[in-house]
């Protein structure tokens, strides 16, 4: 008999695992231990070869659902089996090396019936060793618009932090089979222009930096993906290929080899920048706010400015620039300020 509607669960929480025998069990208790209940578990067994299959077998839940595919088909393919199989109107992500606080779906979906106008919703997140000790605190304390902007410079939303409504991924095709890496910051991507996302500022989940899992073993080809995504990101504002070539030093631009920027490149990428601000502007939907858009384009230029004059060589150009650029006033006064603090945090680090 098949289930009525009011039976269905509100959330699905789709996992794709692949011999995942060593780190599974933690993800799974992590989710059949959540406050919030109304769920179903749906489990993609990706044809594993080793005891993962086993372990999934063991638990007693009624509330979770395994498919097994006969042959591999890949992180991406198996995700589009999980959309097309799920029951629930939400789908949470969880991979099998992460791990859910226990109030993570509760607080997910508190915020998402307060704020039906919002499709997609991560969370902050802790990244621990393979020893679950935190190497890194990711907090987000940012609004829809900037997040929105950020978004076309780097992936800002942790794939097993995220929850989002199927029917609005449906629509978009669900994830991009094109992409083996990366496959999230697509979908991401393509939902911020269906409605609002956004990311809770607390802490509500672990992504687990392990020397085995799939984003270090490849993180190589997860960065090219990453590229090509952020590159056709520009090419759907109208962006010219010229321009959408230089730009890959924006890519990720907090990573600390940006700073290592040649010299005959200083202009040219602040150029470039400035255009694809404009573009980010002029193509928000409606339901963002367009001044705030633009308030996180102009700290965008800030930051960038600042990051460069404090960690390289190349004060000179960043002072060139800012002259030619002398209309604008309040540009300047904030990358002094953000440089100021810097220099002020630098000497009471050297007193202690």
Same mark, same amino acid.
């Given at each position: 008999?098949?289930?009525?509607?009011?039976?269905?669960?509100?959330?699905?929480?789709?996992?794709?695992?692949?011999?995942?025998?060593?780190?599974?069990?933690? !993800?799974?208790?992590?989710?059949?231990?959540?406050? =919030?209940?109304?769920?179903?578990?749906?489990?993609?067994?990706?044809?594993?070869?080793?005891?993962?299959?086993?372990?999934?077998?063991?638990?007693?839940?009624?509330?979770?659902?395994?498919?097994?595919?006969?042959?591999?088909?890949?992180?991406?393919?198996?995700?589009?089996?999980?959309?097309?199989?799920?029951?629930?109107?939400?789908?949470?992500?969880?991979?099998?090396?992460?791990?859910?606080?226990?109030?993570?779906?509760?607080?997910?979906?508190?915020?998402?019936?307060?704020?039906?106008?919002?499709?997609?919703?991560?969370?902050?997140?802790?990244?621990?060793?393979?020893?679950?000790?935190?190497?890194?605190?990711?907090?987000?304390?940012?609004?829809?618009?900037?997040?929105?902007?950020?978004?076309?410079?780097?992936?800002?939303?942790?794939?097993?932090?995220?929850?989002?409504?199927?029917?609005?991924?449906?629509?978009?095709?669900?994830?991009?089979?094109? =992409?083996? $890496?990366?496959?999230?910051?697509?979908?991401?991507?393509?939902?911020?222009?269906?409605?609002?996302?956004?990311?809770?500022?607390?802490?509500?989940?672990?992504?687990?930096?392990?020397?085995?899992?799939?984003?270090?073993?490849?993180?190589?080809?997860?960065?090219?993906?990453?590229?090509?995504?952020?590159?056709?990101?520009?090419?759907?504002?109208?962006?010219?290929? &010229?321009?959408?070539?230089?730009?890959? =030093?924006?890519?990720?631009? =907090?990573?600390?080899?940006?700073?290592?920027?040649?010299?005959?490149?200083?202009?040219?990428?602040?150029?470039?920048?400035?255009?694809? &601000?404009?573009?980010?502007?002029?193509?928000?939907?409606?339901? $963002?706010?367009?001044?705030?858009?633009?308030? !996180?384009?102009?700290?965008?230029?800030?930051?960038?400015?600042?990051?460069?004059?404090?960690?390289?060589?190349?004060?000179?150009?960043?002072?060139?620039?800012? !002259?030619?650029?002398?209309?604008?006033?309040?540009?300047?006064?904030?990358?002094?300020?953000?440089?100021?603090?810097?220099? @002020?945090?630098?000497?009471?680090?050297? @007193?202690?």
């Amino acid at each position: 008999m098949s289930k009525t509607l009011k039976s269905l669960p509100l959330v699905t929480v789709l996992m794709s695992v692949h011999n995942n025998e060593k780190v599974v069990d933690r !993800a799974v208790r992590s989710i059949l231990d959540q406050s =919030y209940t109304d769920f179903e578990f749906l489990i993609i067994n990706d044809a594993s070869t080793d005891n993962t299959p086993g372990i999934l077998r063991s638990y007693q839940d009624e509330r979770i659902r395994i498919i097994n595919n006969e042959k591999n088909l890949g992180l991406t393919r198996s995700l589009n089996l999980g959309l097309e199989e799920a029951k629930g109107k939400y789908i949470a992500r969880i991979d099998a090396d992460d791990f859910s606080f226990p109030d993570r779906l509760e607080k997910q979906v508190d915020f998402l019936r307060r704020n039906p106008e919002f499709i997609l919703l991560g969370t902050s997140f802790n990244i621990v060793d393979s020893n679950n000790q935190t190497v890194k605190e990711i907090i987000f304390d940012t609004s829809p618009e900037k997040l929105y902007y950020d978004l076309f410079f780097q992936n800002m939303i942790a794939h097993s932090s995220a929850i989002f409504k199927l029917s609005e991924v449906l629509k978009t095709g669900g994830y991009d089979e094109d =992409y083996i $890496y990366a496959q999230d910051y697509a979908l991401w991507l393509k939902l911020a222009d269906r409605g609002k996302i956004w990311v809770l500022p607390e802490v509500l989940t672990l992504w687990c930096d392990d020397p085995e899992n799939i984003s270090t073993i490849k993180n190589k080809e997860q960065r090219s993906a990453s590229e090509t995504i952020f590159k056709k990101g520009l090419a759907r504002l109208g962006l010219e290929n &010229n321009i959408i070539k230089n730009s890959l =030093y924006l890519h990720n631009f =907090y990573d600390e080899e940006f700073v290592n920027i040649a010299r005959g490149k200083i202009f040219p990428i602040f150029k470039t920048l400035l255009l694809i &601000n404009k573009k980010i502007i002029s193509n928000t939907p409606d339901f $963002y706010s367009r001044n705030i858009i633009a308030e !996180a384009a102009y700290q965008n230029v800030a930051d960038l400015l600042t990051i460069i004059f404090k960690g390289t060589d190349n004060k000179s150009k960043v002072i060139s620039f800012l !002259a030619r650029n002398i209309f604008n006033l309040r540009l300047i006064i904030k990358m002094l300020e953000k440089v100021l603090n810097f220099s @002020k945090k630098r000497v009471l680090e050297g @007193k202690k």
